[in-house]
């Protein structure tokens, strides 16, 4: 999977608490993503990352948050986390090859709010 | 805003027979690519072809793209059961290609 590790890989959690999730790259890659797959939704951006301390918004970001204090980590805080946030997250990396952008994915996170 | 939409949304053949995916889009590009998902995994990245390109080959793997029409196909011939699995096309801006939107996948199914 391209040097990147998820975790946790699978959580459960009540209405309310906040949650984070945590995406660590080896690949030195600049870009990071922060994706959320439901099904009839395919997957939609949430947040990505350009570098340390820079990041933006994506298609469906209300309700997290992110950080990036270090190139390899990728963090997304669900604040205060809702059954609607129930889904799987995935991260993802790239670089310029060249001007084009190949995405790399993590394995996942099965999340659950109940 | 869904930039990339698949069709169909699924598809079951008998292994051996040529697969074929089609994806539609809105706006101008700089290139499209093809990922393929796994049942439980991460995305793969498959095959990128760029705005001036018209076909892509790979193993057994060939992509079209008609920017006049916005659309791209992919053809998987000689399907094999580890095809089975969901294809999604993905599609950067002309501004901010580090940014893809994807489709909704279209789920493959390879029967023995």
């Known amino acids: 999977d391209a040097g990147i590790t998820q975790s946790p890989r699978h959580k459960v959690t009540e209405t309310g608490t906040p949650v984070t999730l945590r995406c660590h790259q080896t690949?030195?890659?600049?870009?990071m993503y922060w994706y959320r797959q439901d099904p009839g939704h395919g997957l939609r951006l949430i947040h990505y990352s350009y570098g340390v301390k820079d990041t933006d918004k994506g298609e469906v970001s209300d309700g997290y948050s992110v950080s990036r204090s270090k190139t390899e980590d990728f963090l997304l805080t669900l604040e205060s986390a809702t059954s609607s946030q129930t889904s799987v997250y995935f991260c993802?990396?790239?670089?310029?090859?060249?001007?084009?952008?190949?995405?790399?994915f993590g394995p996942g996170t099965r999340l659950t709010v109940t | 805003s869904q930039q990339g939409e698949e069709d169909p949304q699924a598809l079951s053949i008998q292994e051996g027979e040529n697969a074929t995916m089609n994806c539609s889009y809105k706006?101008?590009?700089?290139?499209l690519q093809w990922y393929r998902q796994n049942s439980g995994r991460g995305l793969v990245h498959l095959i990128l072809i760029r705005s001036n390109e018209r076909e892509k080959h790979s193993g057994r793997l060939r992509v079209t793209l008609d920017t006049s029409k916005k659309s791209s196909s992919l053809l998987i011939t000689a399907s094999r059961a580890a095809d089975t699995a969901s294809y999604f096309c993905?599609?950067?801006?002309?501004?901010?290609?580090?940014?893809?939107?994807f489709g909704q996948g279209t789920r493959l199914t390879i029967n023995p």
């Open positions: 993802a990396i790239s670089d310029s090859q060249g001007g084009l952008y190949e995405q790399y």
């Open positions: 706006t101008s590009i700089n290139n």
């Open positions: 993905a599609t950067d801006a002309m501004q901010g290609a580090q940014k893809l939107v």
């Open positions: 690949e030195n890659h600049r870009y």
